[in-house]
């Protein structure tokens, strides 16, 4: 909570983030060593649309440790991200209150994705009916695992965002800053048009990320009504 904070007490690597990136780092490990056996990790962690053959209901949590085996870039950007804006939401809310948030966008991110994966899964249904795919294509279209903490890090981000506005961030290209309530907002657009103007097997979960971003916003404007001094 807010009145736990003291000025020397401010971490620059606090707690829950530490762990997070550390629990992440673990887990990604295990995906590039172990994790491509005779059963993949990802067949059973990855989150699965509840009619594929590999959904498992604990896959709601899990899908959010798990990231791209086949290189770096996606767990490092969702780590760096998670430190550079969740950093200063714990050091303000505590410990608890931000795993409970980073938690819970984490999970309402997965079931928005997966709702809106069910228009693909309805798409698929009828090219098999027509006979335009195999079985085999409409299991495999049906399998397409969701993984990742990009939802639970655009909850962070959002809440960042609307806590602290006109704060400047430099985003890779843009040549200039570009205050956080803009950046949401580019962002947040972004994962419209590509959610809308590709199917859910495009690499990257767009609902997941305005899942995410809608639930984080949620919070802190309903904590920040029932306190408005907890929230900057």
């Keep these: 909570m807010v009145e736990d904070i003291r000025p020397g007490r401010w971490q620059v690597l606090p707690t829950i983030i530490k762990n997070l990136i550390i ?9 590039i ?3 491509k056996s005779a059963i993949p990790m990802s067949d059973l962690f990855a989150l699965h649309h509840i009619k594929s053959e590999l959904y498992k209901p604990w896959q709601f949590l899990t899908y959010m440790f798990m990231h791209d085996p086949d290189g770096p870039w996606h767990i490092l950007f969702n780590m760096l991200a998670l430190w550079m804006f969740g950093s200063t939401l714990e050091n303000l809310w505590g410990p608890k209150r931000f795993v409970l ?3 819970t966008c984490g999970l309402f991110a997965g079931f928005v994705q997966i709702a809106a994966m069910s228009y693909d899964a309805s798409q698929y249904k009828g090219l098999l009916g027509s006979g335009q795919i195999s079985t085999e294509e409409f299991n495999s279209l049906m399998n ?3 993984l990742g903490a990009s939802g639970a890090v ?3 981000f959002a809440a ?3 806590s602290f506005p006109n704060s400047k961030l430099f985003i890779f290209p843009i040549p200039f800053p570009i205050k956080a309530k803009w950046a949401l907002l580019g962002f947040v657009g972004y994962d419209l048009f590509g959610g809308i103007s590709s199917n859910q097997g495009g690499g990257v979960a767009h609902f ?5 971003a809608l639930i984080g916003i949620l919070l802190v404007y309903l904590w920040n009504r029932k306190n408005r ?3 900057y």
């Design 144 to 146: 397409i695992p969701v």
């Design 33 to 35: 060593t172990v994790g």
């Design 154 to 156: 655009m909850g962070i």
């Design 208 to 212: 997941a990320h305005i899942g995410g």
């Design 23 to 31: 629990i992440n780092a673990l887990v990604w490990l295990a995906q």
């Design 160 to 162: 960042f965002a609307y």
């Design 229 to 231: 001094q907890t929230f």
């Design 101 to 103: 948030f980073y938690l």
